[in-house]
T-cell receptor, first 116, second 112 residues
Framework: AQKVTQAQTEISVVEKEDVTLDCVYETRDTTYYLFWYKQPPSGELVFLIRRNSFDEQNEISGRYSWNFQKSTSSFNFTITASQVVDSSVYFCALIEARDTGNQFYFGTGTSLTVIP | EAGVAQSPRYKIIEKRQSVAFWCNPISGHATLYWYQQILGQGPKLLIQFQNNGVVDDSQLPKDRFSAERLKGVDSTLKIQPAKLEDSAVYLC??????????FGPGTRLTVL
């Protein structure tokens, strides 16, 4: 079973629209970390946010906001007033903390295209 | 601060040939990771080093893949012999703590 599910494979929006990228995770651990990364065509994964399992506060950073809900095991990412530069592939990731070494799981990614 | 460096950026080889990738992590980062990212998929962890010791290599196909991190700094990932299904981007990441990773630009491998 997928530990991290990003059901939206591709999304297209018109510039200035808001868009939400969904992420659902599965874990039995009480301590874990959730991440969002952006991967532009250059290939490098760019860190956007990290959230630990004990902090359910939503976060806003400029046009980006994240909604973490443990009750539904979701960690959704919203871009407000999208711009063409937001076009990229976005990955959600889960890290399960282990004494023997953390376990890393990435979703399959959502490709976002912002149309001018 | 310099980021994670990887070389080469692109490599094309024929099946059954050997190939090696190099990674230089961010200075001071004790943990280093190698990921394989097949087109259209998320990265999959191959191996994790803590300094020069292996923490996790459960997903590494050890019959053909090997990795080392001598002196706890640079690392190399080798494939010998390569198969068609090894075509992917190989990403290196490093981290100063267990919960954050900084990724390099990756090496795109094409096996013909």
């Amino acid at each position: 079973a997928q530990k991290v599910t990003q059901a939206q494979t591709e999304i297209s929006v018109v510039e200035k629209e808001d868009v939400t990228l969904d992420c659902v995770y599965e874990t039995r651990d009480t301590t874990y970390y959730l991440f969002w990364y952006k991967q532009p065509p250059s290939g490098e994964l760019v860190f956007l946010i990290r959230r630990n399992s004990f902090d359910e506060q939503n976060e806003i950073s400029g046009r980006y906001s994240w909604n973490f809900q443990k009750s539904t095991s979701s960690f959704n990412f919203t871009i407000t007033a999208s711009q063409v530069v937001d076009s990229s592939v976005y990955f959600c990731a889960l890290i399960e903390a282990r004494d023997t070494g953390n376990q890393f799981y990435f979703g399959t990614g959502t490709s976002l295209t912002v149309i001018p | 601060e310099a980021g994670v460096a990887q070389s080469p950026r692109y490599k094309i080889i024929e099946k059954r040939q050997s190939v090696a990738f190099w990674c230089n992590p961010i200075s001071g980062h004790a943990t280093l990771y190698w990921y394989q990212q097949i087109l259209g998929q998320g990265p999959k962890l191959l191996i994790q080093f803590q300094n020069n010791g292996v923490v996790d290599d459960s997903q590494l196909p050890k019959d053909r893949f090997s990795a080392e991190r001598l002196k706890g700094v640079d690392s190399t990932l080798k494939i010998q012999p390569a198969k068609l299904e090894d075509s992917a981007v190989y990403l290196c990441a490093s981290s100063p703590d267990p919960d954050t990773q900084y990724f390099g630009p990756g090496t795109r491998l094409t096996v013909l």
